[in-house]
């Protein structure tokens, strides 16, 4: 059976032994990162600098969230704010291995930034088991390459530590729980953020729109899970597909996006199935979506597919 005391003494252990100089870390907001960094900072305290990049694709008032997170976990951290980069870069590209592999190669670059000013050697990311695992390599099929793992640059001039690599979602939980960490039971976020939920190109207006849509889902979702009214899903959240559809505002004809709702119940990541939500759950979900961007959206559908066939994101 896992034991997360005996796992934390033996990777801040094990930590301490690998790093001899300044790291620096990613985070996210979400519990691998943040388990990660914690742990990191037990093994070497201010020489590690955890590093939360703004890339313009995360969570609705995540920015704030995070910071007021570590600061309390007593982590080191820098926010390096990198929006209009990550736009540019991903100008007029659709395909989502593309998205996947700029966007981890600006990553690397920041924290190479990041590394650079404050002479570090080591970078300390939050990668599990099933990262790996669907990035594929070997014998492995590439199911879709994963930030942290298909899209790191071979000229990475810093030495690469994994704490988590071999273990899984349900495991990092509870480590997150011994630790103290908030975001223990926190639902998982891509790395590359709502980059990877928004089908089509990364635009700002589908940025907002994705944003909001996803921002409504969790609070509705967190809502009725908390009246006892549904089990919470392992992951909720809101997909912009790249379609319009005719619709009507009022007396007048629209002509707006489609907003995918997705939840489902998983253990480790690797299977999922698709949450049963009740309908008057979904019914204030699509109102909610369609009377705050009814300009903009005008049809809400859900996914009641399982992975597999499907992964968990649509991306």
């Given at each position: ?110 924290f190479e930034a ?200 649509w991306e």
């Amino acid at each position: 059976m896992f034991d997360p005391e005996k796992f934390v003494d033996e990777k801040v252990n094990e930590l301490k032994e690998q790093i001899q100089d300044k790291a620096v870390i990613g985070v996210s907001g979400g519990v691998d990162s943040t388990v990660a960094a914690v742990l990191a900072s037990r093994a070497i305290g201010d020489q590690l600098v955890a590093v939360y990049v703004d890339t313009g694709f995360m969570r609705k008032g995540e920015t704030e969230f995070v910071g007021d997170m570590l600061d309390k976990l007593g982590v080191n951290f820098r926010i390096y704010k990198a929006g209009d980069e990550y736009f540019e870069a991903l100008s007029g590209i659709i395909e989502p291995e593309e998205k996947r592999r700029i966007i981890g190669e600006k990553f690397i670059r920041n924290f190479e930034a990041v590394a650079k000013e404050e002479k570090a050697r080591y970078l300390v990311q939050g990668t599990i088991a099933p990262d790996w695992i669907e990035s594929g390599g070997g014998l492995r099929d590439t199911i879709k390459s994963h930030h942290n793992v298909g899209a790191l640059p071979k000229d990475m001039d810093l030495t690469l530590i994994e704490p988590l690599r071999d273990i899984y979602k349900d495991e990092v939980r509870k480590v997150a729980r011994f630790l103290g960490v908030p975001v223990a039971e926190r639902q998982p976020f891509p790395g590359p953020g709502l980059a990877v939920r928004i089908l089509g190109e990364c635009t700002h207006e589908a940025t907002d729109i994705v944003r909001e849509a996803c921002a409504i889902v969790e609070e509705e979702i967190d809502s009725a899970s908390d009246k006892g009214d549904m089990e919470r899903p392992w992951q909720y959240f809101a997909a912009l597909l790249p379609v319009k559809s005719v619709g009507v505002q009022g007396d007048v004809r629209a002509y707006g996006y489609t907003i995918v709702v997705r939840a489902v119940q998983s253990i480790d990541g690797m299977t999922a199935a698709y949450s049963k939500i009740p309908h008057h759950v979904l019914q204030r979900i699509s109102e909610r979506i369609t009377n705050t961007m009814g300009d903009r959206v005008n049809r809400v559908v859900y996914d009641i597919t399982n992975k597999p066939p499907g992964t968990i994101e649509w991306e």
